[in-house]
């Protein structure tokens, strides 16, 4: 995808995704405590004043994303791996806004299954990051009026499902150039009287209708905490891993 100037990112089940840090992390219950025991011990070192301050504005960004990934990595101790079942019919796809255009990070992606432990893992990690929330609560709105939490508020749209995310950027033409591969291939490989997985029966229109196919099902044993940050197309290449964990003792690395 190089070609396309595509920003390069590791292939991935979302969990929760864009979570805001300011609503799971407080600077005075998680970060103030372990920030002030860092600053005790660094503080001999520290010689301006001005020095200090930018890197204690540092330090709390630092902190509070470690925080956080301490917190979930005690939350899915002995946890197991996440069954990822892909939802084979769907295929890979790009998912549409209702004004027609491609959602740039969701502009290659698979839908999942929404296996029992998937499912777990999200209950797991919500409540380790709002802990003030359970999976689902009912709280006041702006207006009064009652309104409910749960994990569909994960599921961000256009999609609004769990998915795998294979490319992120804007391209409308982007799948439509791999299914013009994949059909000149499966072309060649019907000529030759062989038959292919990669269509579906015949539509009403009597036309074949190529799909590209889903990766094999995984089970992922790992848990990576990223920065998001900017929020955008073109500030991925800034996204950062904060640190990531083990759901299985020994299992092969994939998530």
Known sequence: MSNKKLP???PHVTLLGGVPISKCCTVEDDVM??????NDIDNNERVNSMKQEEEEEEDVDEVAANSVLMRLACAFRDFGGVDCNFVKERGVFAARRDDGEVQWNQSCISIMERTGSLTKAMEVAEQALFTKQSTTTTTQNESGELATHSLERHFKPPACEPHYSFVYGNDAELIASLLQQSSISIGSQLSSGNTSSNTDDVSSGGTKRFLLECPPNFTSTEI?????????????EQWREI?????????TSKY
């Open 8 to 10: 390069t990112f590791i």
């Open 243 to 251: 640190g990531r964990f083990r759901l299985v003792e020994g299992g």
């Open 33 to 38: 405590p372990l920030l002030t025991s860092r």
């Open 224 to 236: 990576a905490v990223v920065w998001t940050y900017p929020s955008s197309l073109e500030g991925v």
